[in-house]
């Protein structure tokens, strides 16, 4: 008999081999995301000496902000194109940290391990959110935080996501919205009784842009999602994808004010009991 195959055994590894890919071209926008780093790590409470994860690092601005502090840092990531980048900020900063390819629903880490576990905008792209929480648990220590930062369904970056959603076709497994990720509700009912002392906040991340036109056209060549959105409906369908870009404008022009794209997220921090 012929041994079952990974992907027999898994159906979410073609999944994610397209995830892999599709945001290997991430390191343009990552710049955006530096000051929003800092206000995770400061929201986590991370201090010098502890032990932390990052879950879903990508060029890693939550890494070496934390690294900075003096704590001892691991940056996990999907993609090996963007740990490359990250080690080369690294690299600059002149700062060590840990960098390994790895998948968030199966942390290569012993339980307990850490001292702080955070994400930004990374663990909520797994498409099992309770495996990947769990995970993000059981690494933890009794004791120690997981914090995240988010995309709420509501605000501009959840309504750009659901949007794009419409327009992809139905994916071969079944995947929560990413933007679930951003309802408080949702959050506390993930996270479970393993945890106490939940708090969330409200923060913005801002965005220079000309134009909403601008924006876009950035978003279609580094955003993983998007991209693949934009590759598939160029060859299959371009009326679809001229609409999809004039609904993508009106939506983003809501946000739009003075050269700036204003990009609203939660912050979520919790103690592992």
Request: aromatic share 6%; hydrophobic share 40%.
């Amino acid at each position: 008999m012929n041994p079952v195959s990974e992907t027999a055994q898994d159906p979410f590894v073609k999944f994610k081999e397209a995830q892999r890919e599709s945001w290997s071209r991430f390191a343009p926008l990552a710049m955006f995301t530096t000051p929003p780093a800092a206000k995770l790590v400061r929201h986590a409470k991370i201090k010098s000496g502890q032990r932390v994860l990052d879950v879903g690092c990508g060029t890693g601005p939550v890494s070496i902000t934390a690294a900075r502090l003096g704590a001892k840092v691991t940056g996990l990531d999907l993609t090996p194109e963007l740990l490359e980048h990250a080690r080369e900020n690294a690299r600059v900063a002149e700062v060590e940290v840990e960098w390994r390819e790895g998948d968030a629903e199966a942390l290569p880490f012993e339980d307990a391990t850490f001292d702080v576990v955070v994400s930004q905008f990374g663990h909520i792209f797994a498409p099992r959110p309770e495996v990947a929480v769990a995970e993000m648990l059981r690494v933890l220590k009794p004791g120690g935080t997981i914090a995240f930062s988010t995309w709420p369904p509501e605000l501009c970056i959840g309504r750009l996501m659901m949007l794009s959603a419409r327009y992809m076709p139905k994916p071969p497994v079944e995947v929560p919205p990413p933007t679930l990720w951003g309802d408080p509700n949702i959050v506390r009912e993930r996270l479970g009784s393993g945890v106490e002392d939940i708090l969330f906040q409200r923060r913005e991340m801002i965005v220079p842009s000309l134009s909403p036109q601008q924006y876009r056209g950035v978003t279609e060549q580094t955003a993983g999602p998007v991209r693949k959105l934009v590759e598939m409906l160029s060859e299959k369908d371009p009326a679809a994808l001229e609409k999809f870009r004039r609904e993508s404008d009106a939506l983003l022009l809501e946000y739009t004010e003075d050269n700036l794209v204003r990009q609203g997220y939660l912050l979520t921090r919790a103690t592992k009991i």
